[in-house]
Protein backbone atom coordinates (compact mmCIF):
# COMPACT_ATOMS: atom_id res chain seq x y z
CA UNK A 1 0.00 0.00 0.00
CA UNK A 2 3.14 2.24 0.86
CA UNK A 3 3.93 1.94 -3.19
CA UNK A 4 0.14 2.24 -4.63
CA UNK A 5 -0.57 5.34 -2.74
CA UNK A 6 -0.41 8.59 -5.09
CA UNK A 7 0.42 11.17 -2.01
CA UNK A 8 3.33 9.15 -0.46
CA UNK A 9 1.32 9.48 2.59
CA UNK A 10 1.49 5.51 3.96
CA UNK A 11 4.96 5.25 5.47
CA UNK A 12 6.28 1.60 7.08
CA UNK A 13 6.96 2.21 11.13
CA UNK A 14 9.71 -0.34 11.75
CA UNK A 15 9.37 -0.06 15.39
CA UNK A 16 5.51 -0.81 15.56
CA UNK A 17 5.79 -3.27 12.30
CA UNK A 18 2.81 -1.37 10.75
CA UNK A 19 2.35 1.35 8.27
CA UNK A 20 1.20 5.21 9.72
CA UNK A 21 -0.10 8.44 8.69
CA UNK A 22 -2.90 7.74 5.84
CA UNK A 23 -6.42 9.68 4.95
CA UNK A 24 -8.21 7.26 2.99
CA UNK A 25 -7.78 9.42 -0.16
CA UNK A 26 -10.38 11.36 1.54
CA UNK A 27 -10.32 13.37 -1.85
CA UNK A 28 -11.59 10.27 -3.73
CA UNK A 29 -14.47 9.25 -1.50
CA UNK A 30 -15.93 12.30 -1.74
CA UNK A 31 -15.77 12.91 -5.17
CA UNK A 32 -18.78 12.97 -7.19
CA UNK A 33 -17.32 12.89 -10.54
CA UNK A 34 -15.86 9.54 -9.92
CA UNK A 35 -17.89 6.34 -10.33
CA UNK A 36 -18.97 4.58 -7.25
CA UNK A 37 -16.57 1.67 -7.81
CA UNK A 38 -13.85 4.03 -8.02
CA UNK A 39 -14.80 5.89 -4.36
CA UNK A 40 -12.20 3.88 -2.67
CA UNK A 41 -9.20 4.64 -1.54
CA UNK A 42 -5.68 3.79 -3.79
CA UNK A 43 -4.43 0.96 -1.47
CA UNK A 44 -7.55 -0.81 -1.82
CA UNK A 45 -7.82 -0.41 -5.56
CA UNK A 46 -4.32 -1.11 -6.33
CA UNK A 47 -3.94 -4.26 -4.01
CA UNK A 48 -3.65 -7.10 -6.58
CA UNK A 49 -3.95 -9.99 -3.20
CA UNK A 50 -7.35 -8.31 -2.96
CA UNK A 51 -6.00 -7.84 1.12
CA UNK A 52 -7.60 -4.85 1.78
CA UNK A 53 -11.32 -3.77 1.76
CA UNK A 54 -12.90 -0.51 1.85
CA UNK A 55 -16.93 0.50 2.66
CA UNK A 56 -19.41 1.55 5.41
CA UNK A 57 -19.32 -0.73 8.80
CA UNK A 58 -22.48 1.47 9.84
CA UNK A 59 -24.49 -0.08 7.28
CA UNK A 60 -24.93 -4.05 8.35
CA UNK A 61 -25.93 -4.34 5.17
CA UNK A 62 -22.55 -3.51 2.90
CA UNK A 63 -20.26 -5.59 1.61
CA UNK A 64 -17.55 -5.15 4.06
CA UNK A 65 -19.84 -5.19 7.01
CA UNK A 66 -21.25 -8.87 5.82
CA UNK A 67 -17.35 -9.64 5.12
CA UNK A 68 -16.14 -8.93 8.80
CA UNK A 69 -19.08 -10.42 10.08
CA UNK A 70 -18.37 -13.90 8.14
CA UNK A 71 -14.58 -14.08 8.47
CA UNK A 72 -14.69 -12.63 12.42
CA UNK A 73 -13.18 -8.99 11.71
CA UNK A 74 -11.85 -7.67 14.79
CA UNK A 75 -10.35 -4.65 16.36
CA UNK A 76 -7.03 -3.86 17.00
CA UNK A 77 -5.72 -3.02 20.91
CA UNK A 78 -9.43 -3.31 21.94
CA UNK A 79 -8.01 -2.86 25.81
CA UNK A 80 -6.96 0.60 24.39
CA UNK A 81 -10.76 1.75 24.88
CA UNK A 82 -10.71 3.27 21.78
CA UNK A 83 -13.85 2.68 19.33
CA UNK A 84 -11.37 2.37 15.71
CA UNK A 85 -13.34 2.75 12.31
CA UNK A 86 -10.89 0.09 11.10
CA UNK A 87 -11.52 -3.81 11.08
CA UNK A 88 -9.22 -6.31 10.85
CA UNK A 89 -9.56 -9.72 9.28
CA UNK A 90 -7.36 -12.98 10.77
CA UNK A 91 -5.93 -15.07 8.17
CA UNK A 92 -7.65 -16.73 5.42
CA UNK A 93 -6.67 -20.27 5.57
CA UNK A 94 -3.55 -21.26 3.11
CA UNK A 95 -4.24 -23.51 0.74
CA UNK A 96 -2.85 -26.61 -0.01
CA UNK A 97 -2.51 -29.48 -2.72
CA UNK A 98 -1.59 -28.76 -6.29
CA UNK A 99 -2.53 -26.07 -8.63
CA UNK A 100 -5.69 -26.79 -11.02
CA UNK A 101 -3.79 -27.39 -14.57
CA UNK A 102 -5.79 -23.95 -15.49
CA UNK A 103 -3.70 -22.06 -12.41
CA UNK A 104 -0.49 -23.18 -13.62
CA UNK A 105 1.91 -20.35 -15.33
CA UNK A 106 1.78 -20.34 -19.25
CA UNK A 107 4.56 -22.37 -21.15
CA UNK A 108 6.11 -19.27 -22.52
CA UNK A 109 6.41 -18.49 -18.98
CA UNK A 110 7.86 -21.33 -17.86
CA UNK A 111 10.72 -21.30 -20.69
CA UNK A 112 11.78 -18.07 -19.41
CA UNK A 113 12.23 -19.16 -15.97
CA UNK A 114 14.27 -22.30 -17.30
CA UNK A 115 15.52 -23.67 -14.21
CA UNK A 116 18.98 -23.08 -14.65
CA UNK A 117 19.68 -21.24 -11.50
CA UNK A 118 19.65 -18.13 -13.19
CA UNK A 119 18.73 -14.87 -11.56
CA UNK A 120 15.96 -14.86 -13.96
CA UNK A 121 15.02 -18.38 -12.70
CA UNK A 122 15.51 -17.30 -9.22
CA UNK A 123 13.28 -14.24 -9.31
CA UNK A 124 10.26 -16.13 -11.42
CA UNK A 125 10.23 -18.64 -8.96
CA UNK A 126 10.52 -16.36 -6.14
CA UNK A 127 7.35 -14.36 -7.95
CA UNK A 128 5.76 -17.86 -8.49
CA UNK A 129 5.92 -18.93 -4.53
CA UNK A 130 4.60 -14.75 -3.82
CA UNK A 131 1.26 -14.94 -6.29
CA UNK A 132 0.29 -18.38 -5.47
CA UNK A 133 0.21 -17.75 -1.51
Excluded at 73 to 89: A, I, W
Aim: a positive charge.
Amino acid sequence: CSWACPYGAREYDPSHGVMKKCTLCVDRIYNEHLEPEDRQPACVRACPAGARHYGDLGDPDSAVSKLVAVRSGYDLLPQSGYKPVNKYLPPRPRRTGTQPEAAKAPKALEALGAGDGSLTDQFFKWADKVLTR
